[in-house]
């Protein structure tokens, strides 16, 4: 026979009902959404820098973080449509640079990304190229990050010229340079400029060396005395030197004769002589030399006056004058006055080579009539040998 118990049924019941009671009751609060957004949220800023301003739309206050010296922010905290002004400093670097803030409200975040252009920078390899007299072409080369240009000083355009650019950017620039036939070194400037920046860059190009040469070397000359014409080519400039004691030679310059030089070489009635004549640039330290021979005068000579082998006459008026005698001797002789000719005064003897040049100042004659005056070169010798030359001056009756 079965039998059943009601007391554990109710102790199963007493402990379900006690299990109930301690369950949580489950949470209905709503949960909280964060949001934070700027804008613009990307800025692109110029090289020389400036103020940047952003607005921040957010759920609850926000925080911003991140970011660099280069660029300072009016304030790192705000709250719903609050701006951040951002103070940022010229690049002054050869690159762009970036950086990134992060503005934070809760659990969100949003990015604020600045990016800052370089500066237009330019640079040329070498400050100085050398460039040969002969000329040709040089390569500047040029790092640039912008397009760039370049431009020759005006003094040295005839000469130095562009040709060609090799590429951009990162570029060799091409110039071409004429000979130069000068002996002076020259110098061209050519300015590179990208935005604004420049640099200068100096072409030097050397001379050829200073020279001067005279075509012939030696001259001979006879005894009565020439014009020669010596032809010298040189690249500077030339000055004639004529030995200090060749008193006989006379430099005669030729208009219009570039590297033609003609020297007058007088009468030799003496033994025979020689002398050089130096062409010549002191600064540069450059000459050649010539040399000029005379044959001997074999003989004696004594001529007087310039109407040799007559007798010389000056027909002079009543006021006086100054008279030049030329006296070509290599044998000794004296001059003498005769007819008291006490109004004749010898003032100076000039001599130059083998000839004298006797000066005479005649006074003015207050008489009425005519006088006359005799000068006589006469030879020291046995042989009685005498010139007249004849003074013959009016008197003022002849006014």
Not at 159 to 172: D, G, K, P, Q
Request: charged content about 20%; aromatic content about 10%; hydrophobic content about 35%.
């Amino acid at each position: 026979m079965r039998k059943f118990s009601l007391f554990l049924p109710l102790v199963l019941c007493g402990l379900l009902s006690a299990c109930d009671s301690n369950v949580p009751e489950p949470d209905n609060t709503p949960e909280t959404v964060y949001t934070v957004e700027v804008s613009p949220n990307e800025v692109i800023i110029a090289p020389e820098g400036g103020e940047v301003t952003v607005t921040v739309t957010s759920s609850e206050q926000w925080t911003l973080g991140g970011g660099d010296s280069w660029s300072v922010p009016s304030t790192a905290t705000g709250m719903n449509g609050d701006e951040i002004t951002f103070k940022v400093e010229a690049n002054e670097t050869e690159s762009e640079r970036t950086l990134f803030y992060t503005m934070t409200c809760g659990t969100a975040t949003a990015k604020l990304h600045f990016v800052q252009l370089p500066e237009d920078i330019i640079y040329v390899a070498r400050q100085v190229y050398d460039i040969d007299k002969d000329g040709g072409e040089v390569e500047v080369d040029i790092e640039a990050n912008g397009e760039f240009s370049y431009e020759i000083d005006e003094a040295s355009q005839s000469w130095l010229t562009f040709v060609e650019t090799r590429a951009m950017n990162s570029a060799a620039v091409v110039f071409s340079a004429e000979p130069n036939n000068t002996t002076e070194m020259r110098e061209a400037i050519v300015t590179f400029s990208c935005g604004t920046h420049s640099e200068q860059v100096h072409i030097c190009q050397s001379g050829v060396a200073p020279v001067i040469t005279a075509i012939q070397k030696e001259y001979t000359v006879e005894v009565s005395g020439a014009s020669i014409t010596v032809n010298v080519t040189g690249n500077v400039e030339i000055s004639v030197e004529i030995e200090a004691s060749a008193d006989w030679i006379t430099y005669n310059p030729q208009d219009g004769a570039a590297g033609t030089y003609c020297f007058d070489i007088d009468r030799n009635i003496g033994s025979r002589r020689q002398a050089t004549i130096t062409f010549v640039n002191h600064q540069n330290n450059v000459s050649d030399t010539v040399t000029v021979s005379q044959q001997e005068c074999s003989e004696d000579v004594f001529e007087v006056g310039d109407e040799w082998p007559g007798i010389t006459t000056y027909n002079i008026g009543c006021e006086g004058l100054r008279i030049e005698i030329k006296v070509w001797a290599n044998v000794v002789y004296h001059d003498d006055f005769t007819m008291y000719a006490d109004w004749i005064h010898k003032e100076e003897v000039v001599q130059k080579g083998g000839m004298k040049t006797y000066i005479y100042n005649i006074d003015a004659n207050a008489e009425d009539f005519m006088r006359v005056g005799v000068i006589s070169f006469c030879k020291d010798d046995d042989t009685g040998t005498c010139f007249p030359v004849i003074i013959m001056q009016a008197g003022t009756a002849a006014n």
